[in-house]
């Protein structure tokens, strides 16, 4: 929900089924501007019904709508096209991602999201959605911290743009991700509001619950109920709390709710959230009461694309219910689809370019600490330009104003190295991991000119002096001695 809340203000238009949306009013949005979808727009309107229909497809998943959603998207694509192939590269990628979420493939999914994400030329707004969908993949599959980073990363790209909703979005996506975790995290040993808040990476309040500060983030976003309606649900399903009615109670107000406003495919998503948190706290009579409408029998629940949650769920369920044999016998079925799905799945996790940018940097604070002050600017600029083509020892020397003897001899003396060899050995690292990480068609040159280096006898030069292998070799991942690049 806070994705499609997400999409809805990336539109800067401010028309009536946009605020609908924002104010949760889903069927009603839908039905306002079905037919007009269905038309096709003079290329005067083609960007604003793009972004449009970007929306009412989205809201069409959360309906559990999703061959609707699925049409909508195919007939997006004239509309795509009326702007540029890039227009339809971006925006194809992002409907792509938002079906395999909704088809429960985190790792699918988070594929054509990273595709926009790593593109620079990319609209900033559609970057951001593309991070925010990358990360909500990456936790779809237990990555968490790596899910956090990506959102951090989102978050400062978000300030940079002045973007403040969007912002406040993304930190809700952050507490949001906790609170997944937490829901999740109870085979530990852990109820849901007793694991540490810094343990998935969310710096702590002063005496602040993860509960509280959903609530208190809920209270943030007047102007997109949405947003604050998840965010209020979350903060009953971490509360701990849970067991008595003055929780419990609105917990079940909020899926009638759900229901009356036919978000179906919504619905699914909290029932299951809250069998995990009602079962985290022994409460098996509840917790199996909100899976009756998910599936009737083991049967429906094998077909299901929740099946693995599910098979999750009742394997507690009838453990608490003293059925061990039962209960075995479907976490039995629940591990080995897990390992499935993880080998299925987790291939398609995709590299990211700007989240190692941004591990690198964090790595690199230990090394610029050795560095008199001034000069640790020179080797944060490196670090922060190394896929910058232009980059080299005068660009770095001017930036801090200092000659370019003055800053070889700083780093020789502090680092036993200099300027230059450090933009070579950190491209070439950067070119060998993209090399081994990425699962894109790109040539070896390409992924070289995308961290500055351009030249093929230059590249297999250096590479091979400092890794003894070829770029080809690090693509494959073994080897092989033939000294051809791709």
């Known amino acids: 929900m806070l994705l499609l809340a997400m999409t809805s203000v990336r539109s800067d238009r401010d028309e009536e089924a946009l605020q609908m949306v924002r104010r949760g ?5 839908m039905s ?3 037919s007009r979808l269905e038309r096709r727009p003079t290329i005067e309107g083609a960007a604003g019904e793009a972004s449009l229909g970007q929306v009412i497809g989205r809201v069409l998943i959360e309906l559990g709508r999703e061959e609707e959603a699925e049409e909508l998207f195919k007939r997006q694509q004239r509309v795509y096209e009326m702007d540029s192939r890039q227009q339809v590269r971006w925006m194809s990628s992002l409907d792509h991602g938002a079906l395999q979420l909704m088809l429960n493939r985190p790792g699918r999914a988070a594929a054509p999201f990273n595709a926009v994400a790593d593109d620079e030329t990319a609209p900033v707004g559609l970057r ?5 969908g990358l990360a909500v993949g990456a936790r779809g599959l237990g990555e968490y911290r790596r899910a956090l980073r990506v959102l951090s990363y989102a978050e400062s790209v978000a300030q940079r743009q002045g973007l403040t909703t969007i912002g406040r979005l993304l930190q809700a996506l952050m507490l949001e991700t906790a609170a997944i975790r937490r829901l999740r995290a109870f085979d530990e040993g852990e109820t849901p509001d007793e694991a540490p808040i810094e343990a998935v990476g969310i710096a702590p309040d002063v005496g602040g619950t993860l509960s509280q500060r959903l609530l208190d983030a809920s209270r943030e976003f007047d102007d997109v109920p949405i947003a604050a309606q998840r965010l209020r649900f979350l903060s009953l399903l971490v509360d701990a709390r849970l067991a008595t009615p003055a929780v419990a109670t609105p917990i079940f107000g909020e899926l009638n709710r759900l229901r ?5 495919g919504y619905e699914k998503q909290c029932r299951l959230e809250a069998s995990l948190a009602h079962g985290a706290h022994g409460d098996v009579r509840l917790a199996h009461e909100l899976l009756g409408g998910l599936a009737h029998d083991e049967q429906a629940i094998d077909r299901h694309r ?4 599910l098979k999750y769920c009742l394997s507690r369920v009838y453990s608490q219910q003293g059925r061990h044999v039962d209960a075995l016998r479907l976490y039995k079925e629940h591990v080995a689809q897990t390992l499935t799905r993880l080998h299925t799945e987790l291939v398609h996790l995709p590299y990211s370019r700007c989240i190692d940018k941004q591990e690198m940097a ?3 604070d230990a090394t610029k600490m050795l560095l008199p002050l001034r000069y640790r600017r020179a080797y944060q600029y490196i670090i922060d330009h190394l896929d910058d083509r232009d980059l080299n020892v005068r660009a770095v020397a001017t930036h801090i104003d200092v000659t370019e003897r003055a800053l070889q001899m700083a780093f020789r003396h502090c680092l036993g190295t200099t300027p230059a060899e450090l933009i070579r050995r950190r491209r070439l690292e950067r070119i060998r991991k993209e090399l081994r990480e990425t699962t894109d068609r790109r040539s070896v040159l390409e992924i070289a ?5 351009s030249n093929r006898s230059t590249l297999a030069q250096n590479y091979r002096r400092f890794f003894n292998e070829t770029p080809t070799t690090a693509r494959q991942g073994r080897l092989d001695g033939d000294g051809q690049l791709a």
């Not at 951001?128 to 925010?132: G, L, R, T």
């Not at 009356?260 to 179906?264: D, F």
């Not at 929740?306 to 949650?309: A, D, I, M, P, Q």
């Open 306 to 309: 929740y099946s693995l949650e």
């Open 32 to 34: 306002l501007v079905r």
């Open 128 to 132: 951001i959605e593309a991070f925010a």
């Open 449 to 453: 000119q995308r961290w500055g280096m």
């Open 362 to 364: 964090e790595q690199a």
């Open 25 to 29: 009013e889903l069927a009603e949005a």
């Open 260 to 264: 009356l406003c036919k978000l179906w």
